[in-house]
């Protein structure tokens, strides 16, 4: 479930921080993406697709101008789309969920 990397892009994504890494099985996890246009873009929408071995566990779709955990590892789809519908970035990465849940601050 890679994204194409061949297509030029109007958004260029320059990386992805995953935190925790690996993300803690039942707990939230942040996903910070880092990308650049020189577009003007006024809406639009973006679609997250999130697969477990393949299988699709997820999907998400966000108003671009508003805003699972079974261990294992899964792969990470994102289409960031214009208001005609097209596509304006692509990106895919894999990232895992551990077994074990990461402490608490006040359990440190």
């Known amino acids: 479930m890679s994204a194409d990397k ?9 990386g ?9 099985r039942g707990q939230p996890a942040t996903f910070s993406i880092s990308a650049s246009t020189e577009k003007a873009i006024s809406g639009g929408k973006l679609d997250i697709d999130v697969a477990y071995f393949g299988w699709h566990v997820h999907s998400e779709t966000h108003d671009l101008c508003s ?3 079974c261990p294992g590892s899964y792969s990470l789809k994102m289409r960031i ?4 519908k097209n596509q304006l970035s692509c990106i ?6 551990g ?9 440190i």
């Open 99 to 107: 077994l074990a849940t990461a402490p608490s601050i006040s359990e």
């Open 81 to 84: 789309m214009d208001d005609n």
């Open 16 to 24: 992805v921080e995953i935190s925790p890494d690996p993300v803690a």
């Open 92 to 97: 895919g990465f894999d990232f895992s969920i």
């Open 6 to 14: 061949s297509s030029d892009y109007d958004v260029k994504v320059h």
């Open 67 to 69: 805003e699972t955990s």
